[in-house]
């Protein structure tokens, strides 16, 4: 959901247009609605897609920047996206989940852990300001499906499910006392979704890190870096990241800057995911094209330094990262270049802390 000012801006969601070659970029050609060495310009408004043939207007009045809506009428185009249909439902077991009723829905990491793990939801207040830390409860802590457990880890139904059990469909206020729309997943859903003024957020994030991580500063909550091509080149974090001996093990992708091209590139990337500084180079790039998630071994035995007088040790191990790649013209392709500044982690390990205990003498009885 877009904030209706970002209407053909510069600097966020700029209009973009098509000039010639249309037959080749748009079935408007063969609609009969432009000609082939004709303009379209595309903007986007709130969660809508105007195509016409300027740019001109407002989100609300868009004018002829809507004008090559559908069915060759002045209306915006609105996405829809058919996903574990009766056809794709039945092959896609890892996204779609069979109901009772016989339609399939998709299955993400809440509806896989509903009956094991409780989930909550906080967020920020929409004051704007870097003043306040923290965030508010969103949603409270509980089991999301179904079926709950008890304080015996009994399963039960759950009387504040979040879908229903028969067809998959999301209940829109599990808890009433909470509001006219409750739970962690309408939450989420309706992230820009609610208040005043769609497609609202919050623009200023106080748990983001002031300054370096080992700067002076009173406001520091956390670490974050640039990635290294995010401006030029549209460079983004997508496939998931690999926690490994402190490390946090991750690739980006960079997408052809031909829209309608295949592959791209990317960074294979590792940082101290307490600090956020690196071993080497923080990210190296891809020699293989675009890149899965990394694979991450140890590479034969680990080495222990002398334990010191409180029980600590440090433990050294190489690591070798292995990465998937979609080639660069000749066939997928395998990538074993490390990140880190010759392959090699090091940690504290041993006893990483004391507690007295006062009642020695009963534990020994």
């Known amino acids: 959901m877009l904030q209706p000012n970002f209407y053909n801006d510069g600097a966020y969601f700029p209009s973009h247009e098509l ?15 432009v000609k082939s060495d004709g303009k379209v310009s595309i903007a986007s408004c709130r969660d809508r897609l105007f195509v016409g043939s300027s740019k001109e207007g407002t989100c609300d009045a868009p004018g002829n920047n809507q004008k090559f809506g559908p069915g060759k009428t002045a209306a915006p185009y609105n996405a829809r996206v058919e996903v574990c249909s009766q056809t794709e439902g039945p092959v896609r077991s890892d996204l779609c989940l069979k109901y009772p009723n016989g339609n399939y829905k998709p299955m993400g990491t809440i509806q896989t852990y509903s009956d094991k793990m409780r989930f909550a939801a906080f967020g920020y207040l929409m004051d704007n300001t870097n003043n306040r830390y923290g965030g508010v409860l969103r949603a409270p802590m509980k089991f999301t499906g179904p079926t709950a457990q008890n304080e015996r880890f009994e399963k039960i139904a759950n009387e504040a499910a979040e879908w229903d059990a028969r067809s998959g469909v999301f209940i829109v206020n599990p808890l009433p006392g909470e509001g006219n729309s409750s739970g962690v997943v ?62 946090l093990f991750f690739n980006t992708l960079i997408p052809n800057p031909n829209t309608c091209g295949a592959g791209g590139g990317g960074h294979s990337c590792a940082v101290n995911a307490m600090t956020g500084l690196s071993s080497g180079s923080t990210c ?34 190489k690591v070798s990262v292995i990465n998937q790649g979609t080639g660069t013209g000749a066939g997928p392709g395998v990538s074993i270049d490390s990140p880190i500044s010759g392959g090699i982690v090091s940690q504290i390990a041993g006893r990483l802390n004391w507690r007295q205990i006062t009642n020695f003498k009963d534990v020994k009885q």
Do not use: C, H
């Not at 000039?19 to 609605?33: A, E, H, Q, R």
């Open 19 to 33: 000039v010639g070659n249309l037959d080749k970029l748009t079935p408007l050609v063969k609609s009969g609605v």
């Open 186 to 247: 309408n939450y989420l859903n309706q992230f820009g979704r609610t208040g005043s003024t769609p497609g609202t957020y919050k623009t200023l994030d106080p748990v983001g890190v002031y300054g370096n991580y080992d700067g002076e500063t009173s406001q520091r909550r956390g670490w974050y870096f640039d990635l290294p091509d995010s401006e030029s080149e549209g460079e983004r974090q997508v496939s998931q990241m690999v926690l490994s001996d402190g490390y």
């Open 284 to 317: 190296i790039p891809s020699t293989v094209g675009l890149l899965s998630s990394p694979l991450v071994i140890q590479a034969g035995d680990g080495a222990y330094s002398s334990t010191d007088s409180f029980g600590r040790r440090i433990e050294s191990k």
